[in-house]
């Protein structure tokens, strides 16, 4: 794991721990070399069950590196939707309970007059 990825994870507040490796067999083209060493890489962060799989290189070291990239990348994602579901929770909460605008309220008076006058002339209901 290279100081970048370390990097990464302290600014998400991820400790390595929390995440599990394992080294496994691939699948798929590649014959006997791909069914004799454990190449694949697969990396899981228990909180959120982020998983993440890599077996595009034929080198184990390339593989790890590009699976701790990828699970950086998610969880990143992850953290950046969080934050942008909280904000507009916000938002909404303060487009609620803001003061309705000069105009707002005149029009708003308006339409119950109008709609006052629209059922006036309806009449009573005769029994």
């Given at each position: ?6 990097t ?8 390595p721990s ?14 006997q070399k791909?069914?004799k ?8 962060h ?5 998983e993440?799989?890599?077996?595009a290189e034929?080198?184990?070291a390339?593989?790890?590196e590009?699976?701790?990239r990828?699970l950086?990348?998610r969880l990143e994602?992850r953290?950046?939707?969080s934050?942008?579901?909280?904000q507009?929770?916000?938002e909404?909460?303060?487009r609620q309970?803001?003061?309705k605008s000069?105009g707002?309220?005149a029009?708003?008076?308006e ?17």
């Amino acid at each position: 794991m290279t100081t970048q990825i370390e990097t990464r994870l302290r600014v998400l507040g991820v400790p390595p721990s929390d995440i599990e490796e394992r080294f496994i067999r691939g699948g798929g083209p590649g014959g006997q070399k791909i069914n004799k060493t454990s190449s694949t890489v697969w990396l899981r962060h228990r909180p959120t069950g982020t998983e993440v799989r890599c077996q595009a290189e034929r080198s184990q070291a390339a593989n790890r590196e590009k699976a701790w990239r990828e699970l950086c990348d998610r969880l990143e994602l992850r953290a950046r939707a969080s934050r942008l579901a909280q904000q507009q929770a916000f938002e909404k909460g303060r487009r609620q309970t803001r003061q309705k605008s000069r105009g707002q309220k005149a029009r708003m008076i308006e339409a119950k007059k109008h709609r006052a006058k629209h059922k006036a002339q309806r009449g009573r209901v005769a029994f």
